[in-house]
Antibody
Framework: EVQLVESGGGLVQPGGSLRLSCAAS????????MHWVRRAPGKGLVWVSR????????SHADSVKGRFTISRDNAKNTLYLQMNSLRDEDTAVYYC????????????WGQGTLVTVSS | QSVLTQPASVSGSPGQSITISCSGS?????????VSWYQHHPGKAPKFIIF???KRPSGVSTRFSGSKSGNTASLTISGLQAEDEADYYC??????????FGGGTKVTVL
């Protein structure tokens, strides 16, 4: 079955760290660029990060630049998001998403994992 | 980073057609042919329904259609059904390997 499954969310104090994982199956993971997108409570979807097929090129939204790092392990078919210096405003459901070829669109999404930043 | 503007809410009766606008600039919608649309039922995975502004992925209902004119993209839902009640988001590539979503539109079926 073609799917993405996120894990690693939870409750963390401000200033803390968390690493999210996204396990991919049913498709050739190493052939696709991957992304993280989040949705804060009561707010809309926000693009967070993107990584190239071999991990050599990454990009991040200004709001997380310098604090979050996206990476991947193609041998394990897994995408990661290392989140440091977490802030209250990082509280959100985090989704991993697969990019469709060169169309710049996200054609497969996971169910999401909830990150709550609170003291 | 740029922001795409969508109406907060749109409503319609079953069977009617509704259109959701997504207003941007020459730095996003107008500069690239890479606008996509997503349907999101809270608590579920977002669903991809339109790419490259007007193209519909296989398996997506023909009731969903996309268009683009200048710096504005639009999503039209024809023959509105109860299951269409959800949040809808536009998204555009904005260069420098970055993307931006619109604020989202809540569709209510009356």
């Amino acid at each position: 079955e073609v799917q993405l499954v996120e894990s690693g969310g939870g409750l963390v104090q401000p200033g803390g760290s968390l690493r999210l994982s996204c396990a991919a199956s049913g498709f050739t993971f190493s052939s696709y660029r991957m992304h993280w997108v989040r949705r804060a409570p009561g707010k809309g979807l926000v693009w967070v990060s993107r990584i190239d097929t071999d991990g050599s090129d990454t990009s991040h939204a200004d709001s997380v630049k310098g604090r979050f790092t996206i990476s991947r392990d193609n041998a394990k078919n897994t995408l990661y998001l290392q989140m440091n210096s977490l802030r209250d405003e990082d509280t959100a459901v985090y989704y991993c998403a697969k990019e469709r070829g060169s169309a710049g669109a996200f054609d497969l999404w996971g169910q999401g994992t909830l990150v709550t930043v609170s003291s | 980073q740029s922001v795409l503007t969508q109406p907060a809410s749109v409503s319609g009766s079953p069977g009617q057609s509704i259109t959701i606008s997504c207003s941007g600039s020459s730095n996003d919608i107008g500069g690239y042919n890479l606008v996509s649309w997503y349907q999101h039922h809270p608590g579920k995975a977002p669903k991809f329904i339109i790419f490259e502004g007007t193209k519909r992925p296989s398996g997506v209902s023909t009731r969903f259609s996309g268009s683009k004119s200048g710096n504005t993209a639009s999503l039209t839902i024809s023959g509105l059904q109860a299951e269409d009640e959800a949040d809808y988001y536009c998204c555009s590539y904005v260069g420098d390997s970055a993307w931006v979503f619109g604020g989202g539109t809540k569709v209510t079926v009356l």
